[in-house]
């Protein structure tokens, strides 16, 4: 398998200031724990590129990115919510966040790559149409399933969302839409509040949001029940053209920020599962966007497990 990695300095500049959780740092650490794989060397570099403002348009609106432009150039602290820690480089940051996964998907439809991960930050899946939240500016995810669908045709993208959280602005960004289906696991109820299991999609989307809500000391047995009785089941009912990963490994149970206790196994089986699904439906089609994991060790031994599992064959 030809796996892609994205990986780019231009992540280090947005700088959230000291003792902040999301933090460069981050970056460093998954460095760290590839380097010391044999199998790195083994990565397809794809180059990261920002997004151009009519892709993100498809997903936020020109106000909102208007006014992000204008409040980090001005060197405040925060965007919309203190939790959005900002300085002068953040604005440039994001639509590089947000434009890595499009490269991803353009080397994937070319077929110079099977699957792929962008390692990059800020993440996304918080963000809103008009507002940055929980330490999301763009939402990397739905910029990407809209360009697959607009830039490359497809027409069914599913994305999974194991983070921790719940991925409310990639929810909202679809729910009225049947043609993205948005699979959550997240501790429940916690930050940000959203994600109940009654939360299933609006209008012609009713149907195409599917919450599974953990509680706090959920461990893998949870998850792997989840995926066999919900969320598997789903994806094969949906048939998706591409599978993309909210990849936030936060859920782990060294992470300081939850209470949910998976093993870093656990990430590699979901991993291959996903993997099996894209296989089955999507041509083996998956991408892969990092979002949260806040333990500096972990974070790098959880992406080592999942890019370990992507590079080898089924």
Same mark, same amino acid.
């Given at each position: 398998?030809?796996?892609? $990695?994205?990986?780019?300095?231009?992540?280090?500049?947005?700088?959230?200031?000291?003792?902040? =959780?999301?933090?460069?740092?981050?970056?460093?650490?998954?460095?760290?724990?590839?380097?010391?794989?044999?199998?790195?060397?083994?990565?397809?570099? +794809?180059?990261?590129? =920002?997004?151009?403002?009519?892709?993100?348009?498809?997903?936020?609106?020109? !106000?909102?990115?208007?006014?992000?432009?204008?409040?980090?150039?001005?060197?405040?602290?925060? $965007?919309?919510?203190?939790?959005?820690?900002? !300085?002068?480089?953040?604005?440039? +940051?994001?639509?590089?966040?947000?434009?890595?996964?499009?490269?991803?998907?353009?080397?994937?439809?070319?077929?110079?790559?099977?699957?792929?991960?962008?390692?990059?930050? =800020?993440?996304?899946?918080?963000?809103?149409?008009?507002?940055?939240?929980?330490?999301?500016?763009? !939402? !990397?995810?739905? +910029?990407?399933?809209?360009?697959?669908?607009?830039?490359?045709?497809?027409?069914?993208?599913?994305?999974?969302?194991?983070?921790?959280?719940?991925?409310?602005?990639?929810?909202?960004?679809?729910?009225?839409?049947?043609?993205?289906?948005? +699979?959550?696991?997240?501790?429940?109820?916690?930050?940000?509040?959203?994600?109940?299991?009654?939360?299933?999609?609006?209008?012609?989307?009713?149907?195409?949001?599917?919450?599974?809500?953990?509680?706090?000391?959920?461990?893998?047995?949870?998850?792997?029940?989840?995926?066999?009785?919900?969320?598997?089941?789903?994806?094969?009912?949906?048939? =998706?053209?591409?599978?993309?990963?909210?990849?936030?490994?936060?859920?782990?149970?060294?992470?300081?920020?939850?209470?949910?206790?998976?093993?870093?196994?656990?990430?590699?089986?979901?991993?291959?599962?996903?993997?099996?699904?894209?296989?089955?439906?999507?041509?083996?089609?998956?991408?892969?966007?990092?979002?949260?994991?806040?333990? $500096?060790?972990?974070?790098?031994?959880?992406?080592?497990?999942?890019?370990?599992?992507?590079?080898?064959?089924?």
């Amino acid at each position: 398998m030809a796996t892609g $990695l994205i990986d780019d300095d231009r992540f280090l500049l947005h700088d959230t200031g000291p003792h902040h =959780p999301e933090c460069a740092a981050r970056v460093g650490a998954v460095r760290q724990a590839l380097a010391t794989q044999a199998w790195r060397d083994e990565l397809v570099d +794809v180059t990261a590129r =920002p997004a151009a403002i009519e892709e993100l348009e498809a997903v936020h609106s020109l !106000n909102y990115l208007r006014r992000a432009a204008r409040v980090c150039a001005a060197g405040a602290a925060y $965007l919309d919510v203190p939790d959005v820690a900002i !300085n002068e480089y953040s604005y440039e +940051v994001a639509l590089l966040a947000a434009g890595a996964p499009l490269a991803l998907a353009d080397a994937l439809i070319e077929g110079q790559i099977d699957n792929g991960f962008a390692l990059l930050r =800020p993440p996304g899946h918080h963000a809103e149409r008009e507002s940055a939240m929980g330490f999301c500016l763009f !939402n !990397n995810v739905a +910029v990407l399933a809209r360009y697959l669908q607009r830039g490359h045709g497809l027409d069914k993208v599913a994305i999974v969302d194991w983070d921790v959280h719940h991925g409310n602005g990639t929810q909202h960004s679809f729910e009225e839409d049947p043609s993205v289906l948005y +699979v959550s696991t997240h501790q429940y109820p916690y930050y940000p509040g959203t994600g109940a299991a009654y939360e299933t999609g609006s209008g012609r989307g009713r149907g195409a949001t599917l919450n599974c809500p953990m509680p706090a000391g959920a461990t893998d047995t949870a998850y792997e029940r989840a995926f066999f009785e919900e969320i598997l089941p789903k994806l094969a009912w949906f048939k =998706p053209e591409c599978v993309i990963i909210s990849a936030g490994f936060d859920a782990h149970r060294d992470d300081p920020l939850a209470d949910v206790h998976l093993s870093t196994g656990c990430f590699r089986w979901m991993t291959e599962r996903l993997m099996e699904v894209a296989a089955d439906h999507a041509g083996g089609r998956l991408l892969s966007v990092l979002e949260g994991g806040y333990n $500096l060790a972990r974070l790098g031994d959880c992406v080592s497990a999942h890019l370990e599992r992507l590079r080898a064959p089924l």
